[in-house]
């Protein structure tokens, strides 16, 4: 793969002219910006400020994947995922995997792996999610926060992805998971495992 040097881009950058946070939220921060094109004219930005966020891919010692079921309030309707939480200020990705896994599933991890980072909104908001592997589970009690209801499933990698395939699965990070899985099982990714 041929990597490019930021320095090289300059024809494709926007440079801030003027910037104001216009919603202040207790999770999110709506931005909108002026910048200068390329080309020297003026656009405006508005985008989301979002503190980041882990998800983890659990796999059992049958090889079933652990996932939740959880109503998504903008989508109107139950979704299905993989777990993840957003990162505390200052907080390591990594420790948020493993406060989330054992919050919203009561599992713990023997072995860790970390994948990459992903963006999945990149024209409206600077949101990084942290792909963590776990294995090795051990099963303990679920410590959800106040006001949060999900359900645990397992479905082996076939199951996920027929879900996939058939358009009930949606949700863009554990599609990016079973991607990053399926390759890894395939031998085709990498992960380096790490003792908890």
């Given at each position: 793969m041929v990597k490019t040097d930021p320095k090289d881009d300059k024809h494709l950058r926007e440079d801030k002219v003027h910037s104001e946070t216009v919603y202040d939220g207790h999770f999110?921060?709506?931005?909108?910006?002026?910048?200068?094109?390329?080309?020297?004219r003026e656009a405006g930005r508005e985008y989301i400020v979002h503190p980041g966020a882990v998800m983890?891919?659990?796999?059992?010692?049958?090889?079933?994947?652990?996932?939740?079921?959880?109503?998504?309030?903008?989508?109107?309707?139950?979704?299905?995922?993989f777990p993840a939480g957003k990162l505390d200020a200052g907080e390591a990705p990594l420790h948020c995997g493993q406060r989330e896994l054992l919050e919203e599933t009561g599992y713990t991890a023997r072995e860790w792996a970390y994948a990459g980072v992903l963006h999945?909104?990149?024209?409206?908001?600077d949101e990084g999610i942290h792909i963590f592997f776990a294995r090795g589970l051990v099963q303990g009690k679920q410590r959800l926060d106040e006001g949060?209801?999900?359900?645990?499933?397992?479905?082996?990698?076939?199951?996920?992805?027929?879900?996939?395939?058939?358009g009930e699965l949606t949700d863009a990070k554990t599609l990016i998971g079973l991607l990053w899985l399926t390759r890894w099982q395939d031998g085709e990714w990498a992960l380096e495992w790490r003792k908890s």
């Open positions: 999110l921060k709506v931005r909108k910006d002026r910048v200068r094109l390329p080309d020297g983890v891919i659990p796999i059992l010692d049958d090889g079933r994947l652990l996932l939740e079921r959880q109503y998504r309030y903008p989508m109107g309707r139950v979704m299905l995922e999945n909104a990149i024209a409206y908001s949060e209801f999900l359900e645990l499933v397992t479905h082996s990698t076939t199951q996920l992805d027929a879900l996939a395939a058939s």
